[in-house]
């Protein structure tokens, strides 16, 4: 257990409510303030502005973290730099002594998308879902099919999934189109496939039902609920974690989001999608380089 004194865990606070107003996710808040209080724990009960300063303690922290996977030890060192920064701008240090300590360069991690044996074994085991079963059960088994379909077909992260309002979803336009916001960026429209708008026609219209026997008004596209009954709007990056682990559980597979995403973009590739196209699907720059993704599809067997 980590015990912080309360200035600075006020401080810490204050530079997550920041990071917040950046448009920082929910799950890297989560690990700036873990990346934090793997610091405190190094520096123990010396937890003052002092200590902060002090390079040596900063430059033992960064030995110590060295013998943590690459990218690790690089996140750890670039949160504190950024917290040490904030305190920097509030003036409550003179420099940001953690900028003389190197920093490792970024590890470029190798896609490993979910292989499509799986994916077939996955989809067809959620079809069937669908198929036999009535009510909230079929309600929640094409809640479930259109989860794994936002996330191979449409190419969303976890944390934008459980941000879909319905009226992001237009299935009226031509091509259908799903409207995503996000605070870093304009928002932007990705294609929806006719198999997603088939699974979209049904789904709605009895969630409205389901909505309205348990009078609940909310107005996200995807709930947190059970085969019995909805519990809420939206399910929470952490549900669709827990989604995932119970169909590895249940299935004997090794998908997970990740690997499903990286799925998704393989095969916008293989079906010869503009690489410009699926940068803006995917949310990052028009620097980004899709060659770890184009190797592999030149290196993969066609199935």
């Not at 990346?35 to 520096?43: R, T």
């Not at 044996?117 to 929640?140: F, R, T």
């Not at 995807?222 to 590895?248: A, C, T, V, W």
Request: aromatic share 10%; hydrophobic share 35%.
């Amino acid at each position: 257990m980590v015990i912080i004194t309360p200035k600075i865990q006020t401080l810490i606070d204050e530079y997550l409510v920041q990071k917040r107003s950046e448009g920082k996710s929910d799950n890297s808040l989560k690990s700036y303030r873990a990346d934090l209080n793997n610091f405190l724990k190094f520096i123990g009960l010396d937890q003052n502005l002092d200590s902060l300063r002090e390079f040596s303690v900063l430059k033992n922290y960064a030995e110590k973290l060295s013998a943590d996977a690459g990218n690790t030890h690089r996140r750890r060192l670039q949160t504190l730099k950024g917290f040490l920064d904030f305190l920097l701008q509030r003036e409550l240090i003179k420099e940001n002594p953690s900028k003389k300590l190197f920093t490792p360069t970024k590890k470029i991690e190798l896609p490993q998308p979910a292989n499509v044996l799986e994916l077939k074994k996955l989809q067809g085991e959620l079809q069937k879902e669908i198929d036999c079963s009535q009510g909230m059960k079929k309600l929640w088994a094409l809640r479930n099919m259109l989860i794994f379909l936002f996330i191979y077909e449409v190419g969303l992260k976890v944390s934008e999934i459980n941000k879909i309002k319905d009226e992001q979803v237009i299935l009226n336009a031509h091509p259908p189109r799903l409207i995503v916001s996000t605070p870093k960026r304009d928002p932007y429209t990705i294609p929806l496939t006719p198999n997603c708008c088939s699974f979209i026609d049904d789904y709605l219209p009895l969630k409205k039902t389901h909505q309205e026997k348990e009078k609940l008004s909310f107005n996200h596209f995807f709930f947190n609920g059970n085969q019995y009954k909805i519990l809420g709007s939206s399910i929470s990056p952490r549900g669709i974690e827990f989604l995932f682990q119970e169909f590895e559980r249940k299935l004997k597979l090794k998908i997970t989001p990740k690997t499903l995403r990286q799925a998704a973009i393989l095969e916008w590739l293989r079906q010869g999608k503009a690489p410009e196209s699926i940068k803006e699907w995917m949310g990052v720059a028009p620097d980004y380089s899709l060659k770890p993704y184009t190797d592999l599809l030149n290196k993969k067997p066609q199935d």
